[in-house]
């Protein structure tokens, strides 16, 4: 079989040679009878198409992260020519450190109610009033009435019309139906007709009793439709007065069963918020001493509800107050390694610290003597609060514009720390040199970190979903900070050296015709050389009558 194979490869190099013949011919013709201003039109057309492709990449790029060619030669063109899919490639002996892995960055990727968050009549309301931009998301404000669905509902609320209409009013999407499904309750407990109410669940002695006030629709009202933190307050003051009751009632009656213990934790979860909503409020409005005592006595009261992080909003309120020491006190408690770190923490921690040495700061006399030890521990603070959360510096240095916060935050993103830094920047202002120490020394955190941060240096690797997150919770004019920051993918670099070669040609070639179109016809008899050559070498070979007839048929 070898001389079957060696006659079929001669027969198919002869018959490309020969299909080759003719072309080639046509095709110096052709080229021959060009003119420059055809030059001019490809080299333009091109340099105009490659322009539009770096737009549309570079706009894809900010937008998404990512490369649309890359994406869709990835997602697209690799199953195509036989790449396989990493997802299908895991085996059963790599699967089990993948799901350990996947556990971590979901849980490090976890939505968090900010502490902290604004009122949405007083405060968000107002800023879209002014501005004519929204401030939260449909993904943000969609968490928050899952938040309202959990904490202030519970199975029994068809029981009770009031709470059956907030049942609904907190699924409602439009803001407007909520409110009036808000006063619809309200008016229901206006109405004075009597329920009858077992004081046993097993005994059949009954007791008359006028229906309870709706503290959820108080809530509702505060957060929503008062246009002042004043009013704010007042309406919370009422729910507080309507939660307090039904927080006693189901108190007592928590034990008889399942559906009265649901009962009970809803409304620990309601009057748990109407207070620390309270507390906000008087920290809104000047009265910060009262707003600690309050946070004191509702963290006393109620320990275990540590998901509400109002220590969180301890801190903010003792540091106004310049109360450094109750600050400290407070982080010895909730700075623990067993408990779940925040930028609060960390960087709260960090400005203790840097209060103790940065008034005498100065980086000309520490690179000449040396960092002493307390200042060293400052540092190191900040370097361990950076490495937490690296976005906080440049809105604490006003590198960067803040926003309002989101109604949720992501740690370690950009939206924990505008959240941090939108109620936090005063009090780094207020201590002397604070910031200055913080500019000397923030960046030298990432000399610590291993690149490509495939592990940290105190805490976890910094989750790489933060940035998709991110851009779920924060108003699209906002520029989200992404860390670390990612390098131009190749198609960008490509298409733009594209447009840019081309771009130059065309203006050579509209500047000196004659002369571009002698290296263009230099430029392609050089690529073609290798092929003539071949062909000038096959012709010597053959017989010129071998050629002939080949050629005749």
Not at 133 to 156: G, I, K, V, W
Not at 209 to 220: D, E, M, N, Q
Not at 314 to 333: F, G, I, P, T, W
């Amino acid at each position: 079989h070898v001389w079957r194979l060696g006659l079929l490869f001669l027969v198919s190099f002869l018959g490309i040679m020969l299909l080759y013949e003719v072309p080639s011919i046509v095709f110096f013709m052709f080229l021959n009878t060009l003119t420059p201003k055809f030059y001019v039109a490809l080299t333009g057309t091109s340099s105009l198409i490659s322009g539009l492709i770096l737009i549309f990449e570079w706009w894809y790029f900010r937008k998404y992260g990512t490369s649309f060619i890359e994406q869709v030669s990835v997602s697209h063109l690799r199953p195509l020519l036989g790449g396989v899919d990493n997802n299908s490639s895991n085996n059963s002996n790599s699967s089990n450190g993948d799901s350990d892995s996947n556990r971590q960055s979901v849980s490090e990727c976890k939505v968090w109610r900010n502490p902290l968050n604004l009122f949405r009549g007083a405060e968000y309301n107002r800023y879209t009033w002014v501005t004519g931009r929204e401030p939260l998301t449909y993904y943000d404000m969609n968490l928050s009435a899952q938040d309202h669905q959990t904490f202030f509902t519970c199975d029994s609320d068809h029981l009770r019309p009031a709470d059956a209409i907030m049942q609904k009013a907190w699924r409602e999407r439009n803001p407007q139906a909520r409110i009036s499904a808000a006063h619809e309750a309200l008016e229901i407990n206006e109405i004075r007709s009597r329920v009858e109410v077992p004081l046993i669940a097993s005994s059949t002695i009954w007791e008359i009793k006028l229906l309870p006030k709706c503290a959820t629709a108080y809530i509702l009202l505060a957060e929503e439709e008062a246009t002042t933190i004043a009013e704010a307050e007042k309406l919370f003051k009422q729910a507080l007065k309507a939660g307090d009751g039904c927080y006693r009632r189901s108190q007592q009656l928590q034990h008889h069963g399942s559906q009265y213990e649901a009962q009970h934790r809803r409304d620990t979860n309601v009057l748990v918020y109407i207070k620390r909503r309270l507390a906000m409020c008087a920290r809104r409005l000047g009265r910060t001493r009262e707003a600690v005592k309050m946070m004191r006595d509702l963290m006393k009261e109620f320990p275990l509800l540590s998901m509400f992080n109002i220590h969180e909003n301890l801190l903010e309120a003792l540091l106004e107050l310049q109360a450094y020491a109750d600050v400290q006190a407070v982080l010895a408690k909730y700075d623990d390694i067993s408990l779940p770190k925040s930028a609060t923490i960390c960087y709260t921690a960090a400005l203790l610290k840097a209060r103790a040495v940065s008034d005498k700061f100065s980086p000309e006399a520490a690179s000449r003597r040396g960092l002493s030890t307390a200042e060293m521990n400052a540092v190191e603070a900040i370097h361990r609060a950076v490495e937490f959360n690296p976005h906080v510096p440049k809105y604490l240095l006003e590198m960067k514009s803040l926003i309002l916060p989101p109604e949720h935050i992501l740690k370690r993103g950009d939206s924990e720390a505008i959240a941090y830094a939108f109620f936090h920047l005063a009090h780094w202002k207020r201590v002397e040199g604070a910031l200055n120490l913080l500019h000397c020394t923030w960046e030298g955190t990432f000399r610590m970190i291993p690149y490509p941060l495939e592990k940290g240096h105190l805490f976890y690797p910094y989750p790489i979903c933060t940035e998709t997150a991110d851009r779920e919770l924060l108003p699209s004019f906002h520029e989200v900070s992404v860390y670390p920051k990612k390098e131009l993918p190749f198609f960008i670099l490509f298409t733009a050296g594209l447009c840019s070669f081309t771009a130059m040609l065309a203006l050579l070639t509209h500047q000196f015709p004659e002369l571009m179109g002698v290296f263009a016809k230099a430029f392609l008899s050089t690529l073609f050389a290798p092929l003539n050559f071949v062909m000038e070498k096959v012709e010597s070979i053959l017989p010129s009558s071998l050629w002939h007839q080949l050629t005749r048929i």
